[in-house]
């Protein structure tokens, strides 16, 4: 007859072969198992090795390997011609308290906790994955135009560096990094500031940038004025900040900045987010006369600009409007940036440009965030800064993005003439299409997915006035392309006729 700890045993132990984890230690983890949750207490007797292996139809070899490996980490007490017993689990961590009822809980893990804590609602996922051939986002550079070899190259060179190791190894961050100092060069070139090392600090990405800037300013009930459509990640980041959000409207030269003079008063307002060079997800650029105006509504209206300028490297027709922190004279813009959108995202880099007081209290947040940051990846920018290569790779592809902006358009007007209305973008990987008659984009997004085309939740915008979607193109092709555009034509015509 089995004895009570050998039923035990065979009920908590359950292994297969692995090529991750041997077997006699998948058997000894679970063994130490059931010891912490109190199941196999102190001064129990293990059986023998050859009736362990036979419970467990092991090799006898195994049985020995296992108990060596609970004597090595001081679990059980192996006494010669007496047998093996469990030590007291105390010797190694607390023991789990556990009851001679749920046995079978010990092969799973807890789906829920067993504590009460903070769930947060604003912060809930967005994200929608799906399994069809083509889809729309929302604008996203397409990462088959990576120069992946050369990256492979440059990431090796990298590695084998001595003074990456002096980095990886100092106890805390130089004032103003290599990499800062190139990034501050870089950006004083391309986007007109006269800023210095001490001005910047770089982060993981846009959204890293906005959530320690957002610790910053807001604290709970403070306004914050965003457009009447602007980007859902930085309003679920501004709610989580516990911020009053409050839309003005947007037209044809971007926000409505006379708005907010005729609505607000001095000291009424926290902080005005914009996307100043592109509007997101309209893609209108704010007007130079408005930009002007906002500055100045800042100054004496006491709030900050955030000016996040997520897609400025993709500038097709003519040059890019500088931002407006260019021309801040009175440290009331906060701009941020992105740098390597042309590259795999493990490349790509966030940044903020503020006064220096700004600055270092967000490195401050950052040091417990992300203090090291990614220094090979710092590593293979500041050289690719420093050679011009960034440039070279983001001319390059404005080029292709520049052919595939005009042939979604050329497709547009073939297909969607009669159905809807668009600007051509003078930059940026996406074009606001308005449709004309207005139908149901759910039903639009439920036809479409029965093509074979997935429309995520969050390129669609339907309203009393607004019957549109953010059509980003940058990841399509030409062959691409066509085939979305053909399938969304002909479900925009199934859902316009009711046909199901």
Same mark, same amino acid.
């Given at each position: 007859?089995?004895?009570?700890?050998?039923?035990?045993?065979?009920?908590?132990?359950?292994?297969?072969?692995?090529?991750?984890?041997?077997?006699?230690?998948?058997?000894?983890?679970?063994?130490?198992?059931?010891?912490?949750?109190?199941?196999?207490?102190?001064?129990? +007797?293990?059986?023998?090795?050859?009736?362990?292996?036979?419970?467990?139809?092991?090799?006898?070899?195994?049985?020995?390997?296992?108990?060596?490996?609970?004597? @090595?980490?001081?679990?059980?007490?192996?006494?010669?011609?007496?047998?093996?017993?469990?030590?007291?689990?105390?010797?190694?961590?607390?023991?789990?308290?556990?009851?001679?009822?749920?046995?079978?809980?010990?092969?799973?893990?807890?789906?829920?906790?067993?504590?009460?804590?903070?769930?947060? *609602?604003?912060?809930?996922?967005?994200?929608?994955?799906?399994?069809?051939?083509? #889809?729309?986002?929302?604008?996203?550079?397409?990462?088959?135009?990576?120069?992946?070899?050369?990256? @492979?190259?440059?990431?090796? +060179?990298?590695?084998?560096?001595?003074?990456?190791?002096?980095?990886?190894?100092?106890?805390?961050?130089?004032?103003?990094?290599? *990499?800062?100092?190139?990034?501050?060069?870089?950006?004083? +070139?391309?986007?007109?500031?006269?800023?210095?090392?001490?001005? %910047?600090?770089?982060?993981?990405?846009?959204?890293?940038?906005?959530? %320690?800037?957002?610790?910053?300013? %807001?604290?709970? /009930?403070?306004? !914050?004025?965003?457009?009447?459509?602007?980007?859902?990640?930085?309003?679920?980041?501004?709610?989580?900040?516990?911020?009053?959000?409050?839309?003005?409207?947007?037209?044809?030269?971007?926000?409505?900045?006379?708005?907010?003079?005729?609505?607000?008063?001095?000291?009424?307002?926290?902080?005005?987010?914009?996307?100043?060079?592109?509007?997101?997800?309209?893609?209108?650029?704010?007007?130079?006369?408005?930009?002007?105006?906002?500055?100045?509504?800042?100054?004496?209206?006491?709030?900050?600009?955030?000016?996040?300028?997520?897609?400025?490297?993709?500038?097709?027709?003519?040059?890019?409007?500088?931002?407006?922190?260019?021309?801040?004279?009175?440290?009331?813009?906060?701009?941020?940036?992105?740098?390597?959108?042309?590259?795999?995202? /493990?490349?790509?880099?966030? *940044?903020?440009?503020?006064?220096?007081?700004?600055?270092?209290?967000?490195?401050?947040?950052?040091?417990?965030?992300? $203090?090291?940051?990614?220094?090979?990846?710092?590593?293979?920018?500041?050289?690719?800064?420093?050679?011009?290569?960034?440039?070279?790779?983001?001319?390059?592809?404005?080029?292709?993005?520049?052919?595939?902006?005009?042939?979604?358009?050329?497709?547009?007007?073939?297909?969607?003439?009669?159905?809807?209305?668009?600007?051509?973008?003078?930059?940026?990987?996406? !074009?606001?299409?308005?449709?004309?008659?207005?139908?149901?984009? #759910?039903?639009?997004?439920?036809?479409?997915?029965?093509?074979?085309?997935?429309?995520?939740?969050?390129?669609?915008?339907?309203? $009393?006035?607004?019957?549109?979607?953010?059509?980003?193109?940058?990841?399509?092709?030409?062959?691409? %392309?066509?085939?979305?555009?053909?399938?969304?034509?002909?479900?925009?015509?199934?859902?316009?006729?009711?046909?199901?």
């Amino acid at each position: 007859m089995h004895s009570p700890v050998n039923d035990k045993l065979q009920s908590l132990i359950y292994f297969e072969k692995s090529p991750n984890t041997s077997i006699y230690i998948q058997i000894a983890q679970q063994i130490i198992n059931a010891i912490q949750r109190g199941y196999l207490t102190e001064g129990t +007797a293990l059986p023998g090795t050859r009736k362990f292996s036979d419970l467990l139809s092991i090799n006898r070899n195994t049985a020995v390997a296992v108990y060596e490996e609970l004597a @090595s980490q001081g679990w059980v007490d192996v006494i010669p011609n007496k047998g093996t017993f469990v030590l007291k689990p105390e010797k190694k961590t607390a023991a789990i308290k556990g009851t001679s009822q749920g046995l079978d809980k010990l092969k799973t893990y807890p789906e829920t906790a067993g504590f009460p804590f903070q769930s947060s *609602f604003h912060l809930a996922s967005t994200e929608e994955f799906s399994i069809h051939k083509y #889809v729309i986002n929302d604008g996203k550079p397409d990462l088959r135009l990576h120069p992946t070899h050369q990256f @492979s190259k440059w990431y090796s +060179a990298s590695m084998k560096r001595a003074s990456l190791i002096s980095k990886w190894n100092q106890t805390q961050d130089e004032s103003y990094t290599t *990499f800062s100092k190139e990034l501050c060069n870089y950006l004083n +070139a391309t986007r007109g500031f006269h800023i210095k090392a001490n001005n %910047i600090v770089s982060t993981r990405s846009t959204e890293m940038s906005l959530y %320690i800037v957002s610790q910053l300013l %807001i604290k709970e /009930n403070d306004v !914050v004025l965003v457009g009447d459509l602007s980007p859902y990640k930085s309003n679920m980041i501004f709610q989580q900040a516990g911020a009053n959000i409050i839309t003005i409207p947007v037209d044809a030269h971007g926000m409505d900045v006379d708005f907010i003079e005729k609505n607000f008063t001095k000291n009424s307002i926290r902080c005005v987010y914009v996307c100043a060079h592109r509007q997101y997800p309209t893609t209108v650029t704010l007007s130079a006369e408005r930009r002007l105006k906002l500055l100045q509504l800042a100054k004496v209206y006491g709030f900050a600009i955030i000016e996040d300028d997520f897609d400025y490297d993709f500038q097709f027709d003519g040059s890019a409007m500088v931002p407006m922190a260019s021309a801040d004279g009175h440290g009331v813009v906060i701009y941020l940036g992105r740098l390597g959108q042309s590259f795999f995202p /493990n490349f790509q880099i966030g *940044f903020v440009v503020a006064p220096e007081n700004i600055i270092q209290e967000a490195k401050n947040y950052l040091q417990i965030l992300d $203090k090291q940051g990614d220094l090979i990846q710092k590593q293979i920018l500041t050289e690719l800064i420093h050679e011009g290569e960034i440039h070279r790779l983001i001319k390059k592809n404005i080029t292709v993005y520049k052919q595939r902006r005009d042939y979604l358009c050329a497709c547009l007007e073939t297909h969607f003439n009669k159905y809807a209305t668009w600007q051509v973008p003078e930059g940026g990987l996406a !074009v606001w299409l308005h449709f004309e008659p207005r139908i149901s984009l #759910v039903k639009l997004a439920e036809k479409t997915k029965k093509h074979n085309l997935f429309l995520p939740k969050t390129i669609l915008y339907q309203n $009393k006035n607004i019957c549109a979607i953010r059509f980003g193109f940058g990841h399509l092709n030409e062959v691409e %392309i066509e085939a979305v555009v053909t399938i969304l034509k002909q479900s925009f015509e199934e859902v316009m006729h009711g046909i199901y």
